[in-house]
C-alpha cells in the first residue's frame, strides 16, 4: 500500500508544475500583450458603452494585417496618452465618401447594420494613403472620427478590440 502512494507524489509534483507554468504564463501574456482600457465616451454606442473595459489584443496586427470593419484601439496623436476605439471603414487605397450619412466604400455602400444614431452629413470623397486607415465610430452623430481629423497612420494602431470585460452583465459583448 506504501509504495503506490509514493508512485502519485512525482504525478502531483509534475501537475503542479504545469499548473504553475500554464497560470505564469497567462499572466505574462495579460501583462505585456493584452490591456483592458476603460472607455472615454459615446462614439462607439451601442456596441461599446461609455465605463466599459475592453480587452485589447496587442498581438493581433503583428501576424495579419487589418480587416475591413474591425474595430481597433490607436492613438491619433502620439504626444497623448488618450487611447480611441473605432471602425475601420477604408484600408489603404480604398476610395471613401459618405453622403448624406451613407458610406461609400469604392463606390458600393456600406452596410452598416451597427450604426444606430446616423449622422446625415456629407463628406467628400477621400483616397486612403498607403500607411493610412480611414476610420469611423459608430455612432456617427456623436463621434470624432476621420470626418474630422483624417487619416489614421497604421503605426498608431495598439491593437484590435476583442470583447467587453466589464460590467459583468457586458462581458462578452463587442
Known amino acids: 500500500m506504501q509504495r503506490s502512494n509514493v508512485l502519485w ?3 502531483i509534483r509534475t ?5 504553475l507554468q500554464v497560470a505564469l504564463l497567462a499572466v505574462l501574456i495579460l501583462i505585456f500583450f493584452v490591456r483592458a482600457p476603460v472607455v ?9 458603452e461609455n465605463g466599459e ?12 494585417p487589418i480587416k475591413h470593419d474591425e474595430i481597433i484601439a490607436f ?5 497623448t496618452p488618450i487611447v480611441y476605439l473605432k471602425r475601420v471603414i477604408g484600408l489603404p487605397g480604398d476610395r471613401i465618401q459618405v453622403v448624406d450619412g451613407r458610406v461609400f466604400r469604392d ?8 450604426v444606430r444614431y446616423p449622422d446625415h452629413r456629407s463628406f467628400p470623397a ?21 470626418r474630422a481629423w483624417g487619416f489614421v497612420p497604421q503605426s498608431q494602431v495598439i491593437g484590435r478590440a476583442v470583447m467587453v470585460v466589464w460590467p459583468p452583465e457586458s462581458i462578452g459583448r463587442l
Open 40 to 48: 472615454s465616451g459615446l462614439s462607439m454606442e451601442p456596441r461599446i
Open 15 to 19: 501537475a503542479a508544475s504545469v499548473t
Open 53 to 64: 473595459h475592453v480587452l485589447i489584443d496587442t498581438l493581433a496586427f503583428r501576424f495579419r
Open 75 to 79: 492613438r491619433h496623436d502620439a504626444e
Open 126 to 146: 477621400v483616397t486612403v494613403p498607403p500607411h493610412q486607415l480611414y476610420v469611423l465610430g459608430d455612432n456617427r452623430a456623436n463621434s470624432d472620427d476621420s
Open 9 to 11: 507524489v512525482p504525478r
Open 107 to 114: 463606390g458600393l455602400v456600406l452596410a452598416e447594420p451597427y
